[in-house]
């Protein structure tokens, strides 16, 4: 009878523990799943900013080629006008806006390098800082 009765303390004991242990297993299955449904998330958040760092970075680099780009075509421009001392001109370009600096021998060169500028593609404005010497 004792036999018994230890057999079946060790079998109940057995049942419960293995009890005990299904519960541990499905929770940390479930803590498990919870953390890849966390680190699924963050890594997407994490690629999405990525991917809008890098749209942003590409805005920047095409703004800046675009500048780039127009200033050169102002000098262009000036340096194919004969009447026009296009060496003697500065031109800078910020977001499409001109800014046309340095100094001329006449008014006349001052108002042909800004119209020059005007007709340049991609221009939105330009400031005319350029001065007749005297």
Known sequence: MKTLQTLLIAAISMLA???????????????????????????????????????????????????????????????????????????ETIDGHVVLSGVVATASEADLAEQLAEGIEGVKSVENDIEVQQ
């Open 17 to 91: 523990l293995s009890a005990c242990s299904q519960q541990e297993q499905e929770e940390t299955r479930e803590e498990a799943q919870t953390a890849l449904e966390q680190a699924t998330e963050a890594t997407q958040r994490a690629a999405e900013d990525a991917a809008d760092f890098a749209r942003e970075s590409a805005d920047r680099t095409s703004d800046f080629l675009s500048d780039s780009s127009i200033t050169a075509r102002v000098k262009t421009a000036l340096f194919e006008a004969d009447q026009v001392s296009a060496s003697q001109i500065n031109v």
